[in-house]
């Protein structure tokens, strides 16, 4: 127990330290090169603080948060249902994952204009392509992790007396557990990253907007201070991903 504190409190050292190291950088860089487009840290974050206090920034927020938590939700329901059944199907695995498996290589960013046409300039468009990007990883991660369970473990289930369903409520999906939430973790960032182009393209409002129209008007400032709460967003699901771990991954080594 007093390992595992120990082990927390030099993360969260580590955490604050590298905080610390690149805002310490980034000051020393804006004040020895002066240029217009390099704002300090410290102004930076005090505009962040007032444009979120003052609410002018919490609707780009909220419609950011709204597309990466639906995209992560349907990619993850789709992702778990397929991963779960061709993993433990081995017929059904056998007719479908070389489709799938044909369609991961494919740049799926290509896609947005084909999603605008089909789906419009809205939310759906955006959702769908951040949920297409992710779904794959997801996939591969929940299918393999699947098809790993010990046979020693499903054995003894049946043994039991376990039915099918059973077998994958009590042996196949916790199996799984501990490689979807690795692959949510990535999963995560991969969402913030897409949500920038979508945004950035095809959008009137979210971060990832408000960061190329902060830079057409060069509001150098805004423009950071965006960036700066997209990437503290990307860090949060990361960490919320990692608690998550934690507590349902008891076995596996932090």
């Known amino acids: 127990m007093s390992d595992k504190l120990s082990i927390n409190k030099y993360k969260l050292i580590a955490y604050f330290t590298s905080f610390t190291t690149i805002a310490v950088l980034w000051w020393i860089i804006s004040i020895t090169l002066r240029i217009i487009f390099l704002p300090d840290p410290l102004s930076v974050i005090s505009y962040t603080i007032n444009s979120i206090s003052s609410g002018k920034i919490i609707p780009h927020i909220i419609a950011s948060l709204f597309r990466v938590i639906i995209s992560i939700i349907v990619a993850v329901s789709v ?62 991660q929940i299918r393999d992790s699947a098809r790993r369970m010990a046979k020693n473990y499903v054995d003894l289930l049946l043994a039991m007396g376990a039915k099918k369903y059973e077998l994958i409520r009590y042996g196949t999906l916790p199996s ?9 973790k990535i999963a995560s960032s991969t ?4 949500l920038f182009i979508v945004e950035s393209i095809a959008s009137s409002d979210g971060l990832g907007y408000l960061i190329i129209d902060a830079w057409q008007r060069v509001s150098y400032i805004e423009m950071y201070s965006a960036i700066v709460i ?16 934690h507590m349902f991954c008891k076995w596996i080594n932090h």
Do not use: Q, R
């Open 230 to 245: 997209m990437a503290l967003l990307g860090m949060l699901f990361y960490t919320f991903f990692s608690v998550l771990e």
């Open 79 to 140: 992702a778990l249902f397929l991963g779960l059944v061709l993993g433990y199907y081995n017929k059904l695995d056998a007719l479908f994952t070389p489709l799938i498996m044909l369609l991961y290589p494919i740049p799926h960013i290509i896609l947005l204009p084909i999603l605008i046409l089909w789906l419009g300039l809205g939310n759906a468009s955006k959702v769908a392509l951040i949920s297409i990007i992710i779904f794959f990883p997801l996939f591969i």
């Open 191 to 194: 969402a913030f990253a897409v």
């Open 176 to 184: 799984t557990l501990p490689s979807l939430l690795t692959a949510l």
